[in-house]
């Protein structure tokens, strides 16, 4: 879970890296729609800053966010007032309404533990759908696409703030576990963080098999914003 500095800095890092969230949220918004040309409401799971929803707010009539981690909710409010977030579990919310599409980018999918947690998560996307609803999600790498002792590096430049992230992961088990380092310096010096994510490997087939249980039917698509793939399901 993102908190305190690391979440205030997690915008800053990704744009350094290259991360486009109007295009991103743009090509979300073609997806859905070649699946469901009418929809018009959307629910963003483990939604972070609300970046995505920032631009997807002005291409549906309704948005919403939902995330678990209260300093990225409170980011996410403070960045877009006019819309609503909840905090909330993906693996079990409860919202009074449902929505044409609902999302989950960037890979939070993999922060489920096992088939069992992906199951529950994969209800609750499909019980929040309207009929012929859409559910994109951005799945994190398969065990056989994961590279092993794979180092990330960045250093972004804003202003007076510099940040360098540095991050090595490996893999255990059926999981990647990633430890990163920040170097945040600024006027009053320099800090540094650390934080470590331990985010499964699940298969293919798995991510398939759990929307097939929630009541969608699923396509896989290569690509996707990361180079990881999109997952696109359908309600029954």
Request: net charge negative; glycine share 10%; proline share 4%.
């Amino acid at each position: 879970m993102y908190a305190d500095d690391i979440a205030a800095v997690y915008d800053l890092v990704h744009e350094g890296k290259g991360k486009d969230y109007r295009q991103e949220a743009e090509e979300i918004a073609a997806l859905v729609r070649a699946h469901h040309p009418d929809a018009r409401t959307l629910l963003d799971v483990a939604c972070g800053t609300g970046r995505h929803l920032h631009h997807l707010d002005g291409l549906f009539d309704h948005v919403e966010g939902l995330e678990i981690s209260p300093d990225m909710l409170a980011l996410a409010t403070g960045h877009n007032p006019g819309i609503t977030f909840h905090e909330g579990d993906m693996r079990s919310f409860s919202l009074d309404r449902r929505f044409s599409a609902v999302t989950c980018m960037f890979s939070s999918i993999g922060h489920l533990r096992n088939t069992e947690e992906l199951d529950s998560a994969l209800r609750s996307f499909t019980h929040h759908l309207e009929p012929s609803g859409v559910i994109v999600v951005e799945p994190w790498w398969f065990p056989e696409t994961f590279t092993p002792g794979y180092v990330g590096a960045s250093i972004t430049e804003a202003g007076e703030r510099t940040v360098c992230r540095v991050s090595h992961s490996v893999r255990e088990g059926d999981a990647t576990r990633i430890e990163v380092h920040y170097l945040l310096a600024g006027p009053g010096g320099i800090r540094h963080l650390t934080e470590d994510h331990t985010i499964t490997l699940f298969r293919r087939a798995d991510y398939e098999a759990a929307f097939e249980r929630a009541g969608c039917d699923v396509a896989y698509q290569e690509g996707g914003p990361s180079g990881r793939g999109l997952f696109v399901g359908t309600r029954r």
